[in-house]
């Protein structure tokens, strides 16, 4: 029994090492030549876009190791097919779920270390790369952010601002409604400028509409004034861009929770890009599940068979995962259900086939 998992699990293991050098190596030559036209602008030098592309690495294992592990599964269990393995393990008592079983629990281990990996790794190694090509290339992102508008979490004010400066901290002709619990208006503050300092807004040439006993509107002016119930983050009023992709996992659902709490309207593309992250760790064990569950015992052309069927699983796949990351964005789903309901489907299926076909 233990020979035959270290057979099982050593072939599969050797294919998958071969099949991700190979797609890596592909991914690594279309890194270079999308970024070839810049690196030539910018005058890198030879030595600079080897360490750009050596620094591409981690993220490329990442893209390549799931659809290499598809294929592994799939052309190891094809080849068992063909050499009659099956036949002669079905004799000797090994039923086909015996033998996948050996498949799934690498899988789960292999799914398990490509998520630590992703994430003790493949972030850290994006953003030097990203840092490392930044001051050559053209890659800064807007420092303004125009025609914000946003509500607290209670109900307790509406913000907007014609303006935003990231550099500065400072909101620009912006009116501060403050509402009662009944979403009825209390006050309205208009200042020319407000600056966030020490974790309070300051508003300059503020001018105040109140409400008098008589319930009838009157305004007053300030120099300065603290704007009241501000207490918004400036990291929360940037919709600049973000890389959730780089942060810590915890990190990065408190800043998307920050968001939704203050009703940014670029709070739903964070969470789509949050649980993509997530789900796209399971890749490998979804993949292999589903190769286990479709395999078909070919006697010849095996190598390329076993390429078409992989291509058609992964793209059965990647396609409905970004259905489901259209319907997030759209926000026609939940980021949640949409990014994890369609891969838990095609589990249940795989494993629902392999239940079938366990002998």
């Known amino acids: 029994m233990r020979k035959l998992d270290r057979y099982l699990v050593g072939s599969f293991i050797q294919l998958l090492s071969i099949t991700t050098l190979l797609l890596t190596f592909i991914m690594l030559l279309f890194d270079v030549f999308s970024t070839l036209e810049q690196y030539l602008q910018s005058e890198f030098t030879l030595v600079q876009m080897v360490v750009s592309t050596l620094l591409f690495i981690p993220e490329a294992l990442s ?11 799939t052309y190891m269990l094809s080849m068992m097919y063909a050499n009659n393995e099956m036949i002669i393990l079905a004799v000797s008592g090994y039923s086909f779920s015996r033998i996948t079983t050996s498949l799934i629990i690498t899988a789960v281990i292999l799914t398990s270390l490509f998520f630590a990996f992703n994430e003790q790794v493949t972030r850290h190694f994006k953003v030097m790369k990203e840092d490392y090509t930044s001051s050559y290339l053209e890659t800064g992102s807007q420092a ?3 025609s ?10 509406i913000l907007y601002s014609r303006r935003y400066d990231e550099r500065t901290t400072t909101l620009s002709y912006l009116s501060l409604f403050i509402l009662d619990e009944n979403g009825q208006f209390l006050q309205r503050y208009d200042a020319r400028r407000a600056s966030y300092e ?30 009241p119930y501000l207490d918004l983050d400036p990291e929360v009023i940037a919709q600049r861009s973000v890389d959730i992709d780089t942060m810590d996992l915890k ?5 998307i929770e920050r968001l939704r709490k203050v009703n940014n309207p670029s ?7 949050f649980y993509q992250r997530l789900s796209m760790n399971f890749a490998p064990l979804i993949l292999i599940l589903i190769s286990c569950a479709t395999v078909i015992p070919w006697k010849k052309n095996v190598m390329v068979l076993s390429i078409i069927m992989s291509i058609s699983i992964a793209v059965v796949y990647y396609v409905l995962v970004l259905s489901g990351t259209i319907l997030a964005r759209q926000e026609i789903v939940e980021a949640g259900p949409a990014l994890f309901v369609p891969p838990a489907i095609l589990i249940i299926l795989a494993s629902g086939i392999l239940i079938v076909r366990r002998k």
Do not use: M
């Not at 008098?212 to 120099?223: A, G, W, Y």
């Open 63 to 73: 893209f390549t190791l799931p659809p290499s592990a598809l294929f592994a599964s």
């Open 144 to 146: 303004f952010t125009n």
């Open 148 to 157: 914000l508008v946003l509500t607290s979490e209670n109900g307790q004010y």
């Open 198 to 227: 020490n974790g309070r807004w300051i508003g300059e040439d503020v001018k105040l509409y109140d409400r008098d006993e008589n319930r009838l509107i009157t305004t007053s002016q300030t120099k300065t004034l603290v704007l």
């Open 251 to 255: 990190a990065a659902y408190d800043y």
């Open 267 to 273: 709070h739903t593309g964070y969470s789509v890009d």
